[in-house]
């Protein structure tokens, strides 16, 4: 079962989005698999203390995305082969550097400055 225990929300994004981006993240990080199921949406929306239909709507764009299989009815499980998870760990790395980039450019930091501090952080944090 996918457990929501360390989700947060944030003031910063629906809340709706944050759980799509929660259970992304969690796929692309390994701690959700395929065929994990997910709890119920009522279970989830009495978790988290939000309306149904928020959870619904993320349920509905993980389904739109083939990231999970749901039936009326019947529980909902991870349908995340090799293939999706490389594609969503392109998407949110994407997501990321975009981000890093923007602040970034907004402190006046120049490319050759950017890749220099890569660099330094890259062999620091060597695993």
């Known amino acids: 079962m ?3 225990d360390s989700f947060v929300p944030s003031g910063g994004r629906p809340i709706y989005l ?4 929660f259970i992304k993240r969690g796929a692309a990080a390994g701690t959700i698999r395929d065929g994990d199921e997910l709890p119920s949406r009522r279970v989830l929306s009495s978790l988290l203390g939000i309306n149904p239909n928020t959870v619904q709507k993320a349920f509905r764009m ?10 009326s009815g019947a529980k909902s499980f ?7 998870l490389c594609q969503l760990r392109r998407e949110l790395l ?3 550097i975009r981000g890093i980039v ?4 907004q402190t ?3 490319r050759a400055e950017a890749l220099e501090l890569i660099n330094t952080y890259w062999e620091e944090n060597e695993i």
């Not at 944050?18 to 981006?21: K, T």
């Not at 993980?62 to 039936?71: P, T």
């Not at 991870?78 to 999706?84: A, G, H, R």
Request: charged share 30%; aromatic share 6%.
């Open 2 to 4: 996918v457990s929501f």
């Open 18 to 21: 944050q759980i799509l981006y």
């Open 62 to 71: 993980l389904e739109d995305e083939e990231l999970i299989s749901s039936h």
């Open 78 to 84: 991870m349908t995340i082969d090799e293939e999706k």
């Open 94 to 96: 994407a997501e990321d």
């Open 102 to 105: 923007m602040s970034l450019k």
């Open 108 to 110: 006046g930091v120049s």
